[in-house]
């Protein structure tokens, strides 16, 4: 069932009014937000709005030693929650606030909510998590697309054959068996979601229905909530 049209809002109290404004997507792996931000992305620049695109764990500074980090499976649950705080960190400081004083909207796939359901789900204390990440601003709109557990693993099976190992929690050592890791890990990071959505404010799509109708609603929620005649403009960084 879809959720209600929400009422316009004003920018947390005591957050700086950037001239841009910060959208964010959560959910759970499989949950199709990527799609849908990216979907949403493509509409803003076919319609020419200065728009720049970021996603979780993607700055070029942290990856390669995230990466080797897995690989090696040698993170414990804080220096995985240390890892993607700096990732995040140089991002932010890099890409997100510049853009956003600049004036641009910029669209973020996940933001510091799921460090929040990760790190706490690994057992890392969640006032210091929220302490680590309390420079960042809250989003102007943050959607968290809310699946049933089998449909997010279902569509991820479908696109690859196998699961990732931090995705699927095989670091906690819950089950030897992967499918069976996945459903506890991304199960508990579901409580996790829910538990924060009256918290921050977040917008909820059911994300099981058809992907135009998704879009459509978040296109709809995008307009009622923010002014985008100020982002018209033809050029600008793209990502």
Do not use: C
């Amino acid at each position: 069932m879809a959720s209600s049209p929400p009422e316009p809002r004003r920018l947390p109290s005591g957050a700086p009014d950037y001239a841009g404004r910060l959208i964010a997507v959560e959910g759970l792996d499989g949950s199709g937000k990527s799609t849908q931000i990216r979907l949403v992305k493509s509409w803003l620049e076919q319609e020419g709005y200065r728009v720049f695109f970021t996603e979780w764990n993607s700055s070029t500074l942290v990856k390669q030693a995230t990466t080797k980090g897995k690989q090696r499976q040698l993170l414990t649950p804080t220096t995985f929650s240390l890892i993607h705080a700096t990732d995040f960190a140089d991002r932010y400081q890099r890409q997100i606030l510049p853009l956003l004083r600049a004036g641009f909207i910029v669209l973020a796939d996940r933001y510091v909510y799921t460090a929040y359901a990760r790190d706490a789900v690994r057992g890392v204390d969640q006032s210091w998590v929220e302490k680590v990440y309390e420079f960042a601003r809250k989003p102007d709109i943050t959607f968290y697309f809310r699946v049933e557990l089998e449909v997010s693993l279902r569509r991820i099976l479908e696109t690859r054959a196998v699961l990732k190992y931090h995705e699927a929690g095989m670091d906690m050592r819950w089950s030897a068996d992967l499918v069976e890791s996945f459903r506890m890990f991304q199960s508990k990071i579901s409580m996790e979601y829910e538990r924060m959505r009256e918290k921050f404010d977040f917008l909820v799509i059911e994300a099981g229905r058809p992907i135009p109708e998704q879009q459509e609603e978040v296109r709809r929620i995008i307009r009622q909530n923010i002014d985008l005649r100020p982002f018209k403009h033809q050029q600008g960084p793209q990502s």
